[in-house]
């Protein structure tokens, strides 16, 4: 039990059309990532949130965006959905005082574009 | 351009031997490196790092090696245990001047299964 929730748990979204994907956060963890995870694959750095803003980002278009809220919870969107956009989405995130290792990952969200 | 790798994607042993999960990684400006695990339904979740200024980690029964002139790192497990049974990720960091930068670059995993 990481404290980070993730929703919907699955989704099925039809290609071109937008998709928003929930994280709650632990109190205090102002810091998020995103992680993409394709079928058979490790995940994969989409980007980061500190304090409200991006502070990172991995090799991602710009039609994938974030959102970081003051109560720990932030959101991923993702717009004009592409079939290769079917993954699991994992959201992470971590405290003040931890460390890169101690990132708390959410159970993810299973988005499927058909 | 994959720049963690875990070549063996399953590994299958039996309860009480050791198991030995291994990794390789080509950016040389990696200087953190993590073991993650995972159950089916959930997230990762940590297990055991090392910084590139050690060559050696012990925690319990996990136990991770790293050698910098091969760019190569390796999980043990004694004794393995049926519990133990999941999908084993390797990921590397690297600090950026003391910033809190959580970048993670994962390899893609090594299922691994123990047998009682």
């Known amino acids: 039990e990481t404290g980070v929730t993730q929703s919907p748990t699955h989704l099925i979204k039809t290609r071109g059309q937008q998709v928003t994907l929930r994280c709650s956060s632990q109190s205090g963890h102002n810091t998020v990532s995103w992680y993409q995870q394709a079928l058979g694959q490790g995940p994969q750095f989409i980007f980061q949130y500190y304090r409200e803003e991006e502070n990172g980002r991995g090799n991602f278009p710009p039609r994938f965006s974030g959102l970081q809220f003051p109560n720990y919870s932030s959101e991923l969107n993702v717009n004009a959905l592409e079939l290769d956009d079917s993954a699991l989405y994992l959201c992470?995130?971590?405290?003040?005082?931890?460390?890169?290792?101690?990132?708390?990952f959410g159970p993810g969200t299973r988005l499927t574009v058909t | 351009d994959q720049q963690v790798k875990q070549n063996s994607p399953s590994l299958s042993v039996q309860e009480g031997r050791i198991s030995i999960l291994n990794c390789d990684y080509t950016n040389s400006m990696f200087d953190y490196f993590l073991w993650y695990k995972k159950y089916p339904a959930e997230g990762p979740t940590f297990l055991i790092s090392i910084s590139s200024i050690k060559d050696k980690n012990e925690d319990g029964r996990f136990t991770v090696f790293l050698n910098k002139s091969a760019k190569h790192l390796s999980l043990h497990i004694v004794p393995s245990q049926p519990g133990d049974s999941a999908v084993y990720f390797c990921a590397a960091s690297r600090n950026a001047g003391g910033t809190s930068y959580g970048k993670l670059t994962f390899g893609q995993g090594t299922i691994l299964t123990v047998h009682p």
């Open positions: 992470a995130s971590r405290g003040p005082r931890d460390r890169d290792n101690e990132q708390y």
